[in-house]
């Protein structure tokens, strides 16, 4: 693909998957709900709680912050943050109720407290500087990324933190093609052992394509920057093929 800015490729996945994200998504995500953690940790080949673990080191927190969770799904991060410091108000919001609902499950399990938002995290219904920090794991593939974190720069206080991980696209033909070999045969084997319906199956081709025209972390920090966050910077593994990025919004001048 020869789109050389973060902007000219976001036009591109929105033209190619605007359907997709609108209108067929969400069926997907409300039977994948039920076994998404344990379809994420065969998938990675057991490593899915060391991606968390590694994601949650590079998390500032103290006690008593406000923290959003964007795109919280099964409440993974929240229940992570709230084991290390009980005393944060940790707010989920995803567009999944299913999702929310085991989430929900997980953290009453764990004795703790998650205040939910269903509804479109395009549109944060949340107050100008709002939280202290905000997080988001592993479903910016499915978003249109640069109207989300310019949402999230918004809620966010000022010197407030962002915190994000996904897959990415690896700069590196060979790796990419490897890469990507990998992600449909893994594929095949998890929606086989758990069960997958047929609205989560079909969807197999376009988590690939949804990763081809996804950004490399290079691109993912560029876009960060342009919409005004400062003290940008990355984290990857496996020769990019994710990333682990943090941001501040900034302090007003003086």
Same mark, same amino acid.
């Given at each position: 693909?020869?789109?050389?800015?973060?902007a000219?490729? $976001?036009?591109?996945?929105?033209?190619?998957?605007?359907?997709?994200?609108?209108?067929?998504?969400?069926d997907?995500?409300?039977?994948?709900?039920?076994?998404?953690?344990?379809?994420? $940790?065969?998938?990675?080949? #057991?490593?899915?709680?060391? *991606?968390?673990d590694?994601?949650?080191?590079?998390?500032?927190?103290?006690p008593?912050?406000?923290?959003?969770?964007?795109?919280?799904?099964?409440?993974?991060? #929240?229940?992570?943050l709230?084991?290390?410091e009980?005393?944060l108000?940790?707010?989920?919001?995803?567009?999944?109720?299913?999702?929310?609902?085991v989430?929900?499950?997980?953290?009453?399990?764990?004795?703790f407290?998650?205040?939910?938002?269903?509804?479109?995290?395009?549109?944060?219904?949340?107050?100008?500087?709002h *939280?202290?920090?905000?997080?988001?794991?592993?479903?910016?593939?499915?978003?249109?990324?640069?109207?989300?974190?310019?949402?999230?720069?918004?809620?966010?206080?000022?010197? #407030?933190h962002?915190?994000?991980?996904d897959?990415?696209?690896p700069?590196?033909?060979?790796?990419?093609?490897?890469?990507?070999?990998?992600?449909?045969?893994?594929?095949?084997?998890?929606?086989?052992?758990?069960?997958?319906?047929?609205?989560?199956?079909?969807?197999?081709?376009?988590?690939?394509?949804?990763?081809?025209? *996804?950004?490399?972390?290079e691109?993912?920090?560029?876009?960060?920057?342009?919409?005004? *966050?400062?003290?940008?910077?990355?984290d990857?593994?496996?020769?990019?093929?994710?990333?682990?990025h943090?941001?501040?919004?900034? $302090?007003?001048?003086?």
């Amino acid at each position: 693909m020869a789109t050389t800015t973060p902007a000219a490729r $976001e036009a591109v996945r929105e033209e190619r998957f605007r359907d997709i994200w609108s209108n067929e998504l969400n069926d997907a995500f409300a039977d994948i709900a039920r076994y998404y953690d344990r379809a994420n $940790e065969i998938a990675a080949l #057991g490593m899915w709680s060391d *991606f968390l673990d590694r994601f949650m080191r590079s998390v500032d927190i103290a006690p008593g912050q406000k923290v959003l969770d964007v795109c919280a799904g099964t409440n993974a991060i #929240g229940c992570a943050l709230l084991k290390r410091e009980p005393t944060l108000d940790v707010h989920a919001m995803d567009r999944s109720a299913e999702m929310q609902a085991v989430g929900q499950q997980n953290a009453k399990a764990l004795g703790f407290r998650i205040k939910s938002t269903i509804g479109d995290v395009h549109k944060l219904p949340f107050p100008d500087n709002h *939280f202290d920090v905000v997080t988001l794991q592993f479903a910016s593939r499915h978003l249109r990324v640069r109207e989300v974190f310019g949402e999230i720069l918004r809620v966010l206080k000022p010197g #407030g933190h962002f915190h994000h991980s996904d897959m990415l696209r690896p700069r590196n033909p060979i790796v990419k093609k490897l890469y990507y070999a990998y992600l449909k045969t893994c594929l095949n084997f998890t929606s086989l052992i758990v069960g997958s319906s047929p609205a989560a199956t079909r969807f197999k081709q376009y988590f690939i394509d949804a990763l081809d025209l *996804f950004y490399t972390a290079e691109e993912l920090s560029i876009m960060l920057r342009e919409l005004g *966050f400062v003290q940008v910077s990355v984290d990857t593994v496996f020769h990019g093929m994710i990333g682990f990025h943090r941001a501040v919004k900034p $302090e007003p001048s003086a």
